[in-house]
């Protein structure tokens, strides 16, 4: 069974331009300003599968959110990529909801993290990021890492991918004990 790893968020939030770090290939998804990501793309990647995904409210793009939501059903694990210039509105909410229903593993990617300069600001999104998480998971805290999807392999990324191993290995065990 191949284990699905998928990266979802608003379009333009750096779905794209973080795998494009993670696999190192600058080509591989395609980035851009507008709605840019049209269908889910499954990149093989150290045995795993990661999956982009087109943004959850690209207003004009119709299906975009359906096709985001049933892979997120079948992710062994969701990456959530915020902006962090204007973290996570109202309106984001029951979409947030009715994904981490399917209850994946789940970290949240902090991107564009370099423009949050002041260090009062840093702490007021993280602390207001980690209060929406909890508020729609109260019995798991996420990881929330900040990080600039765009620097390619730096130590945020690391401390991701990090994450993402432990993640993994919980989702491993969990799955041996179902089938023994
Ligand atoms: N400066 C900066 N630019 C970024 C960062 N992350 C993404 N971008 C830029 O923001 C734009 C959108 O990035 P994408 O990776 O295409 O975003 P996406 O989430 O895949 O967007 P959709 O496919 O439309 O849903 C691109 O022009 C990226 O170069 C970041 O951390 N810093
Ligand atoms: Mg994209």
């Not at 395609?30 to 049209?38: F, K, S, Y």
């Not at 805290?141 to 390619?152: F, H, M």
């Amino acid at each position: 069974m191949e284990l699905l790893v998928m990266f979802v968020g608003s379009f333009s939030a750096g779905k794209s331009s973080l795998i494009n770090s993670i696999t190192g290939k600058t080509d591989q998804c395609r980035v851009g300003i507008a709605p840019t990501t049209d269908d889910l793309t499954y990149i093989p990647w150290k045995g795993i599968s990661l999956v982009d995904s087109p943004g959850l409210d690209a207003v004009a793009k119709k299906g975009h959110k359906e096709k985001s939501l049933e892979a997120a059903r079948r992710a062994n694990v969701a990456v959530v990529v915020i902006n962090a210039r204007h973290a996570l509105g109202e309106s984001e909410r029951p979409i947030l909801c009715e994904l981490l229903a399917s209850k994946p593993e789940v970290l949240v990617a902090l991107n564009y993290w370099n423009y949050v300069e002041k260090e009062k600001d840093q702490e007021d999104c993280l602390a207001y990021v980690k209060d929406v998480f909890q508020s729609l998971m109260p019995d798991v805290s996420p990881v929330i890492i900040p990080l600039n999807a765009t620097n390619g392999r730096d130590e945020a990324l690391n401390m991701l991918l990090r994450g993402l191993s432990y993640s993994l290995v919980f989702v491993c065990a969990i799955l041996h004990l179902t089938c023994t």
